[in-house]
């Protein structure tokens, strides 16, 4: 009887379209700061990189390149926005990986922006601000490319040409936002996890008070695990960065930024200056985000992502 139903349980599993059972854990030691680094590189490689640039669409090629490699299915958003520079085209860039058992399933996000602010006065290549978390975020799709429901998106526009509007900064991630409304998809997003300023030699993530809670904790139990747990702190202060369309859509999200970059302590005076450059950042600081946010993975599946 028992063989019977189990066979009987399989057929019909195989029916409704049932695939393989994907691990729901990426072991955290498989991501490897080095790489992360070399994405990096090969990303400032390229010079500056403001929406609308040769350059930009130089990056969006490299990271879609980067994740079909990972044997993620890739796309790409293209559209057209208004700007204080007038109307650019921008380009944001989606891996995912495979559905669970061929169902859809609850997804969760991990993000970046790759673009780079449009400074044309100075050399400005955004090591850390636009770079780090990319390079990060191209490891991460390496090392988690198994995991069922997880997207990895980079977002164009993120930086504003003069300040934060409605029609300046975050543009990709306002634009991503509007096409999950549109595809009714809100309610399969359980939380957007966004990297940004992660590869300062001199770590110090201070998570903005505008993230989710329930986030925060579970970063902090998943930096405890891998025994990062010094690099992670609560600021009192809010971020406006490319998780809060998704908080205003009423999607859980958490920033990890280190906003904290520059000559001493306390200072961010290489921020969104020429010396926003390789020799400031370090493999190790990558590899201590990419462990934890791979951590911070395997939590969320285990709690049933509640
Ligand atoms: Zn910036």
């Known amino acids: ?26 072991d955290w030691h498989s991501f490897d700061g080095k790489r992360a680094f070399n994405h990096v590189q090969a990303l400032v490689n390229m010079g500056p990189r403001p929406a609308g640039s040769p350059a930009l669409t130089k990056a969006c090629s490299y990271i879609a390149s980067q994740l079909e490699e990972a044997g993620l299915e890739t796309q790409e958003q293209v559209f057209m926005a208004n700007t204080p520079r007038g109307p650019l085209q921008f380009r944001n860039v989606i891996g995912k990986t495979p559905r669970s058992n061929g169902a859809p399933g609850p997804i969760i996000i991990l993000a970046s922006h790759y673009d780079t602010k449009y400074l044309p006065d100075i050399h400005f290549v955004g090591a850390n601000d636009g770079g780090s978390s990319s390079g990060a975020l191209l490891e991460l799709a390496r090392c988690a490319a198994m995991m069922p429901n997880v997207w990895f998106v980079f977002f164009d526009g993120e930086e504003a040409i003069r300040e934060y509007s409605s029609d300046d900064g975050l543009v990709g991630s306002k634009f991503f936002v509007e096409q999950l409304k549109a595809n009714n998809q809100v ?46 702190k609560l600021s009192k202060n809010e971020i406006l ?66």
């Open 1 to 26: 009887m028992a063989t019977k139903l189990i066979f009987f349980l399989c057929v019909a599993g195989f029916m409704i379209g049932c695939g393989p059972n994907l691990p729901t854990e990426a």
């Open 187 to 232: 309610d399969s997003i359980k939380a957007v996890i966004l990297l940004d300023m992660v590869g300062d030699a001199n770590l110090n993530v201070s998570l903005p008070a505008n993230s989710t809670g329930k986030l925060v904790e579970e970063l902090f139990a998943a930096a405890r695990d891998v025994g990062g747990r010094d690099y992670f």
């Open 241 to 306: 960065d490319d998780h809060v369309p998704f908080l205003n859509a009423g999607i859980p999200a958490v920033d990890i930024i280190d906003f904290e970059y520059g000559s001493a302590l306390g200072q961010n005076d290489y921020w969104h200056t020429d010396k926003d450059t390789m020799d400031k950042l370090s493999p190790r600081s990558l590899e201590i985000i990419g462990q934890t946010t791979l951590r911070l993975l395997a939590r969320l599946y285990a709690n049933r992502l509640k």
